[in-house]
Nanobody, 125 residues
Framework: QVQVAESGGGLVQAGGSLTLSCAVS????????LGWFRQAPGKEREFVAA????????YYGDSVKGRFTVSRDNALNTGTLQMNSLKPEDTAVYYC??????????????????WGQGTQVTVSS
């Protein structure tokens, strides 16, 4: 069974940083795109960042450009979302997602077929 496991969420003050990690396991497919989404209570799920299999392409949502950095280590089947200069509006549940049909970076949630359980990020002012 494919598993996507996230870690690193927590409470941080505005202006601080957090690093989220994503571990992918149990998969039989080879190349896959990796993405990050977030959802705040009462809000729709929002695209945050995505990275292609070879890390040749990255995409970022407008609200996080210049503050967040996405990366991956395919030897370890892990992904990382580095979040800097955090703002209260970044508060949300953050999800890691895998697109097994694509090696490219995808920015729509419908392209992803495996999702992590989500990890809470809370930014206080």
């Amino acid at each position: 069974q494919v598993q996507v496991a996230e870690s690193g969420g927590g409470l941080v003050q505005a202006g601080g940083s957090l690093t989220l990690s994503c571990a992918v396991s149990g998969h039989t497919f080879y190349r896959y795109g990796l993405g990050w989404f977030r959802q705040a209570p009462g809000k729709e799920r929002e695209f945050v960042a995505a990275i292609s299999w070879r890390s040749s392409t990255t995409y970022y949502g407008d609200s996080v450009k210049g503050r967040f950095t996405v990366s991956r280590d395919n030897a370890l089947n892990t992904g990382t979302l580095q979040m800097n200069s955090l703002k209260p509006e970044d508060t949300a549940v953050y999800y890691c997602a895998v697109a097994s049909d694509y090696g490219s970076a995808r920015n729509v949630d419908a392209d992803y077929d495996y999702w992590g359980q989500g990890t809470q990020v809370t930014v206080s002012s």
